[in-house]
């Protein structure tokens, strides 16, 4: 008796991680195929050969035509059942079933097999046992498998190696959802059909999930599997999960890219040894034009560490949906110009910020703009900006604001740009910036006054240049070319919408647990469980398979009827209900068919159905019609209640009434059918054939309704399909954020402005506790100013000569303000040369210069004059001694905000909305606003939202001007309320899934324009 320690087979010492208890040399010695072909299964047990049947032989029921292909663990023949005329493709394992248990085994196994339904999966129809001999009955694929084409045509286009390896996914997630691990992913075990899909096959290695302790396929120290194509885990034997069949996807990817594995070796062990221990390759260093993003993704599939690949089979999907053969949506230039103007936004609070940390009183006071170091500052800042740009843009695709609006960067192969190049994008784009750094930093530190007319003039100038230039950037901006402006084309990149996958809508549905005993009334092989549909014409039951485990529609039908013709009986599309057997005798007449879970498309009319499911439903259909009408396996009158939806919301065309359903009216042409089956969903009614020569009428994308309209016209199935294709990648609906965007967009200058005026109530709070002089000589100054002009001061105002109070006046200025006006630091502050204009300053200089020396006599005496004029400014001297009112500083917000710019945007709104229907940022957001029946909604309707929308700014504000008839006198906690109410609102209507109150209020829905 063999020791754990030592190989069952030959009694060698084993290592310790020696894989499935077995030493190198008996683990060689189940090696297949050299190194050079990938498909190189391994079956380690002690073989029992046996003689596989030979061409043209009768084996069992069936009748072997051609073999397909053979490896490891057996052939697969060509074969016909004789008692069904069905084609299959016959699998016959190459070792006999010498147990009761390998034979429970390998009968648990077909079950789960054949327990999986998908299009993007080999339908399995049974497995038996012929001559000892375990034998696996498939769907036959015509068109091969990965592997042959790969062998035949070298590796495939990125974009249709990617298709295949999603379809692939969405195979072993529908194994997945029922508790099935394939274990055997490899290019070999997935066929491709004629129509281009490609299916999941052989799921003879695979094991259940759900119940691990009677999963185990193997005898103790058998290891299955292509090491090829093996999981590290798998490959030791450690306990498997989802994310071995990943990394098995990974591989397959890297075949279908490079056309070889990504690790090799001259022998078995050497193979087992890399895939063990080395780190994979990148497939670009085999295949230059694989993205880098890819790559990447590739990568991480073949991580070692399970815990390190993707999570789930969704998130592999959604990293590889942007390398799919499906041509991306170009961003339109309105999003384009709404991330950057986000993006701007950051950046510029970001400068400020770092600005502010590091200079204080930046915005008044001129000295860091006067210093050398200042450039190195710009310099810097400069950098941080193309690292923003660079890091988000080059690393993940999309900065901030593009993340906001759905778009993303990427390389004409669509990988992400990388830094350097995305670097480079943003330098082309913005070098004006870095210009207008360098001018003043250079030429013009010395005698640079932040304050200055000129300097200000210098700043429009190059902030208006800078605009035209990035306006002048966009010149070259075409639909046709992706609308690229002049960066995108020289650094070879584009700006393109985020792929909007989206799933299909599951349609729920509660069975009972079967629990068939031999009482139950049979009918050929199937117990009959209950009756589904019964008619003059024919009888729906439910049937159940007690050999695999699962259930059948069977139709029973009137004696006579002829069988079901052999195209028919062969239909293996995933629009199609597969025909599994059927009798034709004096006593019996039916036919069995695969049993789907789901309900009749007519039990889903009574409520409208949404665009987003609708549009799935209408390309299977569509897709169908046009395949059936070519090889002539059209059932002869479509109609309504011939449709079945699935669980997993794809549409199933039946050549009898669907059970359940309420009988319909067949419809006369493929186009029109398809419109009745829109037009009923999208309106949540039955519609019949006559009506379904009008337009479609529901709340639609624009892009949607155009296509839709051409249904009710003369109008080709394949056109139709070819038109409705790339709407499946389209977004359906206006997403929460985008109605996020446009409340923010409203609400953005009356926050810009009152952030602005805060700034500038905090500065003047601190002026007045700082330099109480500022605000009392600005508002002398401004007397004289009016002295200076006439104005409404005369003689006769005053009470004496003007010439008199002028000359007063100025000696005020003088005695008061003299001594600040000779301190040369203080009156070249930036504060007093922010507040005070250049004129200004040059009129209280003369006056000092003409009053060098004023007494207090002197300075009393005029005081004594002037006193009803300077009353106001005595006090303001004085208030200027105590801390600012905060209260009054935001109740004059409040007032302003509300009051004035929120009033005024809600006017501006109302505007747009009666003239031009949509306002210009919903034409930028691609948003349109229509009504029930789809048409673009009328200006009187526009009107009555856009009041709906704005009466809570409206209706407070009111509210509070006629609770305080001096409205800077409103108290805080109003314009609190106020606010609060205007908050909750906006978050109640995002919210709501889809419309917002006033659309819902409004009778309106916003859809993709």
């Not at 009798?583 to 068919?593: L, M, P, V």
């Not at 799935?616 to 079945?644: F, I, M, N, Q, Y």
Request: charged letters at 20%; hydrophobic letters at 45%; aromatic letters at 8%.
């Amino acid at each position: 008796m063999n020791t754990p320690n030592q190989c069952p087979q030959c009694g060698a010492a084993l290592p310790k991680d020696a894989p499935e208890s077995l030493c190198p040399a008996c683990l060689m010695s189940g090696a297949l195929p050299s190194q050079s072909n990938p498909d190189m299964t391994m079956l380690v047990e002690k073989p029992k050969p046996r003689v596989l049947p030979t061409i043209g032989e009768m084996f069992g029921s069936y009748r072997i035509e051609r073999e397909l292909g053979r490896g490891g663990m057996g052939a697969v023949y060509a074969a016909e059942q004789l008692e069904s005329g069905r084609r299959v493709a016959l699998k016959v394992l190459s070792h006999q079933l010498d147990s009761a248990d390998a034979r429970a085994r390998f009968l648990r196994e077909g079950r789960l097999a054949a327990s999986i339904n998908h299009p993007n999966s080999v339908y399995v129809f049974g497995t038996e046992e012929i001559e000892g001999t375990p034998v696996i009955a498939m769907e036959l694929i015509a068109g091969g498998t990965l592997q042959d084409r790969i062998q035949h045509g070298g590796a495939l286009p990125v974009g249709v190696a990617v298709d295949a390896a999603l379809q692939i996914i969405a195979g072993l997630e529908a194994a997945q959802a029922i508790g099935i691990l394939h274990r055997d992913i490899k290019p070999a075990n997935c066929f491709t059909d004629l129509d281009g899909s490609v299916k999941v096959g052989d799921f003879g290695l695979s094991i259940s999930t759900a119940g691990r302790g009677e999963s185990h396929l193997t005898l103790d120290g058998t290891f299955l599997g292509t090491p090829a194509f093996c999981s590290p885990e798998q490959l030791r034997g450690d306990e498997l999960n989802v994310r071995s069949d990943m990394y098995s996807v990974g591989v397959t990817l890297f075949y279908l890219l490079t056309g070889r594995t990504p690790f090799e070796g001259k022998n078995m062990v050497q193979l087992l040894a890399n895939a063990l221990e080395k780190t994979a390759p990148s497939p670009t260093q085999f295949r230059a034009e694989v993205p880098d993003s890819l790559s990447r993704v590739v990568l991480r599939c073949l991580e070692k560490l399970p815990a390190s690949r993707f999570a789930s089979y969704e998130e592999l999907r959604r990293a590889l949906l942007p390398f799919s053969s499906t041509a991306p949506t170009p961003a339109t230039l309105g999003l384009r110009f709404v991330a950057m103007a986000v993006d701007t936004i950051l950046i510029a609070v970001l400068n400020w910020t770092v600005m502010g940390l590091y200079y204080g009183d930046f915005i008044t006071d001129p000295t860091p703009f006067q210093s050398a170091e200042w450039l190195w500052i710009s310099l810097g800042l400069f950098g941080l900006q193309l690292c923003y740009w660079g890091m988000l843009e080059g690393v993940w695709g999309a900065s901030v604001g593009k993340v906001l609006v759905g778009l993303r960067v990427a390389r004409l192969n669509r990988s992400a740009p990388g830094i350097p190049r995305a670097m480079a994008r943003r330098f082309i784009l913005s070098w004006t910036t870095l210009a207008s750094y360098v001018v003043f930093s250079g030429s013009y530190f010395k005698t640079y006054d932040a304050m200055s007319h000129e300097t200000q003039m210098q700043s429009f100038g190059f902030i208006a240049f800078g605009a035209a230039y990035v306006l002048c950037m966009f010149v070259t901006a075409r639909r046709k070319n992706g609308f690229a402006a002049v960066h995108d084309l020289l650094t070879g990149t584009r700006v393109i919408q985020k792929s909007a996958y989206q799933p299909r809508t599951v349609v729920t549905q509660t069975e009972a647990v079967v629990a068939p005993t031999e009482a139950m009334p049979k009918l050929g092989p199937y117990h009959l469980l209950s009756t589904l549909s019964t008619s003059d014409r024919e009888t729906i039951s439910l049937g159940y398979d007690t050999r695999l485990l699962r259930k059948v529609w069977i139709r029973q039908c009137s004696t006579g009827e002829p069988p079901l013709p052999q195209a028919l009986r062969n239909l293996a599309r995933p629009a199609r209900l597969r025909w599994l057997q059927g009798e034709r005798n004096a006593g019996e007449t039916w036919d069995a068919y695969e049993a789907v879970g789901g309900a009749p498309l007519v039990n889903l009319l009574h409520e409208r159905q949404p665009w987003d499911i609708v549009r799935h439903w209408l390309h299977d259909l569509s897709s169908e019609l046009d395949v059936a009408a070519k090889d002539g396996t059209l059932p002869d009158a479509p109609s309504l209640d011939r449709l079945w939806i699935t669980t997993d919301g794809r549409v199933k065309l039946l050549n009898f009434t669907a059970p359940g359903a309420e009988a319909t009216s067949p419809a006369t042409a493929g186009n029109i059918f398809l419109n009745q089956v829109a037009k009923s969903a999208l309106e949540g009614r039955i519609v019949s054939a006559q009506e379904a020569e009008f337009i479609v009428e529901a709340p639609l994308a624009l892009g949607a309704r155009a296509v839709l309209r051409d249904l009710a016209t003369p109008l080709a199935v394949q056109d139709f399909t070819a038109r409705l294709k790339p709407l499946l990648q389209t977004p359906p609906c206006v997403s929460w954020w985008k109605r996020l965007v446009t409340v923010l967009a409203c609400a953005a200058p009356a926050l810009g402005i009152g952030a602005f005026m805060l700034l500038g109530a905090m500065l003047v709070g601190n002026w007045r506790t700082t330099q109480p002089e500022l605000m009392p000589m600005m508002t002398t100054l401004a007397m004289h100013q009016q002295m200076e002009t006439g104005g409404h001061m005369t003689d006769k105002t005053l009470g004496y000569p003007l010439a008199e109070g002028k000359t007063a006046l100025e000696i005020v200025i003088a005695g008061r303000y003299g001594q600040l006006v000779r301190d040369p630091k203080r009156w070249s502050s930036g504060t007093y040369k922010l507040m005070i204009e250049p004129e200004q300053r040059a009129e209280v200089e003369r006056i000092v210069a003409a009053h060098p020396q004023v007494s207090d006599e002197e300075l009393q005496q005029a005081e004594a004059k002037l006193k009803p004029l300077l009353g106001a400014v005595d006090n303001e001297t004085a208030d200027g001694k105590k801390l600012p009112d905060a209260a009054k500083i935001m109740r004059t917000l409040g007032h302003i905000l509300v009051n004035w710019l929120l009033v005024a945007i809600a006017g501006v709104s109302l505007v747009c909305a009666l003239v031009f229907r949509c306002g210009p940022l919903f034409r930028v957001l691609g948003i349109a606003v229509v009504t029930r029946d789809g048409a673009e909604a009328s200006r009187p309707r526009m009107l009555g939202r856009a009041c709906i929308a704005w009466s809570p700014v409206l209706i407070s504000a009111l509210m509070i001007q006629l609770a305080n008839p001096d409205i800077f006198e409103a108290s805080l906690p109003q314009y609190a309320a106020q606010a609060a109410l205007i908050v909750i609102l906006v978050i109640a209507s995002l919210a709501l899934r889809q419309r917002g109150l006033q659309d819902r209020l409004a009778g309106t829905w916003l859809v993709p324009g």
